[in-house]
């Protein structure tokens, strides 16, 4: 109840109903109006403290703070049009490196504090579970489809969200990575072309390089995704013909945080339908919300089972689980044999574990905390890139994930400014790893999935100096 208080709250502060300084209603208040406890008025405050959209000021009360940075949202995206081979390994692999050194900032990849997920909670269900059901381990796991009770429990939420999704078109991954890797596999051949918001995913562009497969960027909004009426140029255009799938990411996208509404996604899965292309959905940030009710995947809206919905417990639960899962629609069985060729089944124990905790309520619990986390560490970055970086710096607003995106002055080459910053202990995801055709030179991703530390603080402090020696080095 208080959860659902505060995002009422707050998507009132978002919305400028309460402008920042209002005062907010007090505890005796909420307690008449809402007929809620003192308890849950009091939990509701400080989760909107928490999110940074109020502030307490002792003997006063709780004040409307407006969340929204001054700067503004990057630019909307205009990818050249033709399709590219992509070819970014090389930095990508640099940006890795870096991150899997302690000594750097983790500003780099997408990777939440290991703090923020229940490691505790599921080491004690993996060893009931091993000591329960000792086949779990000794057995070999021959059902390549995965573990029936997670499928279940994963058909079983998307119901509660409103997306009917049948227990036998579901299969279980190894992480996200493996379901986006399946569903290309199984539409497309080296020399198809598959359409890609732009900017996109960087491993999305990777996996289209390994496949032999081109991308074709399609524009988009950095708040409202990928743009209908690129896609439709794109598929009507010469090239429309081999275009095989359609890759994007409807909620909380990869590096920006756009979320596409739901007219637009029904207009999507009606267009990939209409042209015999596959829809490919990323849904790996769909469950992390900032605040109000979670938004639909695309899939939601799919009548036919042309669309393949990939997601993972990655970024909610568990990254070294490795566990994802894909929703194939009415390519489940080509999905499925796919998988067996691919890796066989993934490990049963985790699969367990994770059905576990969704069936005792636990898992929605924890998402419950790691959302209001989430959105106070987006906060706390974005903040920070305003206070350090340039002046015309344009930072996104997401309302899920844990990402920014950040648009710098047009001639600052930011490859250089990742240089300069490897040298100070600092890593980030470049721009133009975003990109087939080499595109956001002068972007950068910055991960807020990390606790907001002064060590933090003092590394987006030399970043914003290093960009702003190089914004002095170029000309207007
Ligand atoms: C948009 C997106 N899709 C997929 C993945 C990979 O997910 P997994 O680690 O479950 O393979 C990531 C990880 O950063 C991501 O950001």
Known sequence: MYVALADELSSLVKAGKLKSGDRLPSVRRLMTQRGVSATTAIAALRALEERGF??????????????????????????????????????????????????????????????LFPARRMQKLASAIARRQPRVLSHYALDYSGADSLRRQLAKRYLDIGCHIPTEEILITNGCTEALNLALRTVTRAGDTVAVESPVYYVMLQTLQNLGVKALEIASHPRHGLQLAALEAGLRGKEGRRIKACLVSTNFSNPTGATMSDADKRRLVRLCELRGVALIEDDIYGD???????????????????????????????????????????????????????????????????????????????????????????????????????????????????????????????????EMARNEGVNFAPGPLFSASGRYQNFLRLNCGQDFTPRLESAVRTLGELACELRRRTPK
């Not at 709780?62 to 929204?68: C, E, G, P, R």
């Not at 630019?75 to 390994?89: E, L």
């Not at 002055?409 to 990742?418: E, S, Y």
């Open 288 to 418: 992390l919300q900032h605040s109000g009710p979670r938004p639909l995947p695309a899939k939601a809206f799919d009548e036919s089972g042309n669309v393949m919905l990939c997601s993972s417990f990655s970024k909610t639960l568990a990254p070294g689980a490795r566990i994802g899962w894909l929703c194939g629609g009415r390519r489940w069985r080509a999905l499925g044999s796919q998988k067996l060729a691919s890796s066989g089944a993934s490990a049963v124990l985790f699969q367990e574990v994770i059905a576990e905790l969704l069936k005792s309520g636990g898992y929605e619990r924890h998402l419950n905390k790691l959302r209001t986390t989430f959105a106070r560490q987006v906060q706390h970055m974005s903040s920070a890139v305003e206070r350090h970086f340039p002046e015309d710096t344009k930072i996104s607003q997401p309302d899920g994930g844990f990402v920014i995106w950040v648009q710098l002055a047009r001639k600052v080459d930011v490859l250089q400014l990742f």
């Open 54 to 115: 109020a502030v307490a000021r002792p003997q006063s009360g709780y004040f409307a703070k407006s969340a929204a940075p001054l700067a503004l949202e990057p630019d909307a995206s205009r990818p050249p049009s033709g399709p590219k081979n992509v070819g970014i390994g090389e930095l990508l692999m640099q940006v890795i490196d870096a991150s899997l050194d302690a000594q750097i900032a983790p500003l780099g990849a997408a990777t939440a504090d290991p703090s």
